[in-house]
């Protein structure tokens, strides 16, 4: 069965950057974009962007243009993304998820949300 | 960027009752148009993707109907388990987004 587990909870300063990573397994990793969405504390769901694990080709969402990087790593399945340059307005959960059994761009499988707060 | 508008913010819905949730996007999506329910401290859930395609393992009583602009998400009969924050979005062209939301209250 599909299954995303991603990275622990982290607390940065403002300024520094972040690295969350979503390790899959009971697919083809390199079959499937993997998306990362992001949610701050009683607020709506922000798509961020996306990765082809196949080619590594990425589009991110133009709000966080410049600051996010999102890499994988195939001998591992694994996923990551980078976010820079951060600010309390960053303080989210942030997940990975992907369409598997879905079309391309929804999500029937998500990681189990990491934690990022940005604090002095 | 195809902004995705939700109504109503807060639906208040007695348990047994019929829910009808709006979406509305600023340009059309086609049928490129998912839904989502998520509980307190859980990662959203998909109900319907395609506009109208039950996902894997979601109760008939969820529907999804709309094209272009306008989409409705209806929960025929409310369950208990029903009550929770709906989302839909858009997946026609990147950066895919969501509407804000709406939150599905016992009355």
């Not at chain 1, 083809?28 to 009683?42: E, I, K, L």
């Not at chain 2, 039950?54 to 999804?64: E, V």
Request: proline residues 4%.
């Amino acid at each position: 069965q599909v299954q995303l587990v991603q990275s622990g909870a982290e607390v940065e300063k403002p300024g520094a950057s972040v690295k969350v990573s979503c390790r899959a397994s009971g697919y083809t990793f390199t079959g499937n974009y993997m998306h990362w969405v992001r949610q701050a504390p009683g607020q709506g769901l922000e798509w961020m962007g996306r990765i082809n694990p196949n080619s590594g080709d990425t589009n991110y969402a133009q709000r966080f243009q410049g600051r996010v990087t999102m890499t994988r790593d195939t001998s591992i399945s694994t996923a990551y993304m980078e976010l820079s340059r951060l600010t309390s307005d960053d303080t989210a959960v942030y997940y990975c998820a992907l369409g598997y059994r879905s079309s391309e761009g929804s999500f029937d499988f998500w990681g189990q949300g990491t934690l990022v707060t940005v604090s002095s | 960027e195809k902004v995705m508008t939700q109504s109503p913010a807060t639906l208040s819905v007695s348990p047994g009752e019929r829910a009808a949730l709006s979406c509305r996007a600023s340009q059309t999506v086609s049928t490129n148009l998912a839904w989502y329910q998520q509980k307190p401290g859980q990662a959203p859930r998909l109900l319907i993707y395609d506009a109208s395609t039950r996902a894997t393992g979601i109760p008939l009583r969820f529907s999804g109907s709309g094209s272009g602009t306008e989409f409705t998400l209806t929960i025929s009969s409310l369950q208990s388990e029903d009550f929770a924050v709906y989302y839909c979005q858009q997946y026609n062209k990147w950066p895919f987004t969501f509407g804000g939301g709406t939150k599905v209250e016992i009355k």
